[in-house]
């Protein structure tokens, strides 16, 4: 995380003493590991699959997407300390063991998350999933009403563009409409964004919105004490909503369009194709300033 704050110029965040304090951030993923990094932050927690009541996490995916985003870096006294580590997090488990999920379950987490939004603050919802089986048209058409109902009561939810680069029209599906933050990854010379998902979308719209880095990035695995390198779309998703936690803190008069809108107005152009980087790589210090 260290080589991701240098990169997205986290400094400006610590400078300001920007925490996500008070932040609601949902994740829906494959659950959540009670590791020492993330407990505190745990503030509820649904399972979708197996109806379990206690934190858990089979695959280790969310504890991971979880501690780039929110993970306090306790263990290692802040060496791998996330993006926003004082939000709250409300996880909703929607992955089975095998990391598989069906848009059934991502409807019901994010209609989960929607509920309990206003009484707990929840500004952001991060779905570092890139594809769902079994969709029908009708679970589709719900899907996009539950995206647009949440960008317009202010939520701004974030989704990863897939892992299918890098021919064009390889964005996830989840990222395809107006409403979502669609974020690609990005490393520079390490090569992350050779998978990295490519609009436009069937829609046309223009997709990804930014990217982030997303390689060989350490965070929580889900066992206690321990830290794993994952890349991917999935990786840099959280960066980007740990940003906006921030960006919440700071400017909670703000509607989702305004803020969206700064996201990406305050990327960096690295001079590739829009539909590979969006509008660029997302920076801590113009975002903020």
């Not at 998350?113 to 570092?128: D, G, K, Q, Y």
């Not at 892992?163 to 395809?176: A, E, H, K």
Request: hydrophobic share 35%; net charge positive; glycine share 10%.
């Amino acid at each position: 995380m260290n080589r991701v704050r240098k990169q997205i110029h986290y400094s400006r965040a610590e400078k300001e003493q920007l925490t996500g304090y008070h932040i609601g951030v949902g994740v829906l993923d494959s659950g959540i590991f009670p590791h020492e990094d993330l407990k505190d932050q745990i503030r509820a927690f649904r399972d979708f699959t197996n109806k379990y009541q206690l934190p858990y996490d089979e695959t280790g995916h969310g504890t991971h997407v979880c501690g780039i985003l929110a993970g306090n870096g306790r263990v290692l006294h802040g060496k791998y300390k996330g993006m926003a580590p004082c939000c709250d997090l409300y996880v909703g488990k929607i992955l089975n063991k095998r990391g598989e999920g069906s848009l059934k379950t991502l409807l019901r987490g994010l209609q989960w998350l929607l509920s309990i939004a206003e009484s707990c603050n929840i500004r952001v919802i991060n779905i570092s999933v890139s594809s769902i089986a079994s969709a029908s048209p009708e679970e589709q058409r719900k899907l996009y009403e539950l995206f647009q109902y949440a960008y317009e009561n202010n939520i701004l939810i974030v989704t990863a563009a897939g892992n299918f680069g890098p021919g064009d029209n390889t964005i996830s599906r989840l990222g395809d409409t107006p409403y979502v933050i669609c974020v690609g990854c990005h490393d520079g010379d390490l090569r992350c964004q050779d998978c990295s998902g490519r609009g436009p979308g069937e829609n046309v719209w223009k997709k990804p919105d930014v990217v982030a880095p997303g390689t060989q990035i350490i965070s929580c695995q889900a066992a206690y004490g321990k830290y794993v390198a994952r890349s991917g779309t999935s990786m840099a998703t959280p960066i980007v909503s740990g940003l906006l936690a921030l960006a919440w803190e700071k400017y909670p008069y703000l509607n989702a369009m305004q803020l969206k809108r700064k996201l990406i107005l305050s990327a960096t152009d690295l001079g590739e194709s829009y539909l590979m980087q969006g509008a660029g790589m997302v920076d801590v210090e113009k975002m903020l300033s």
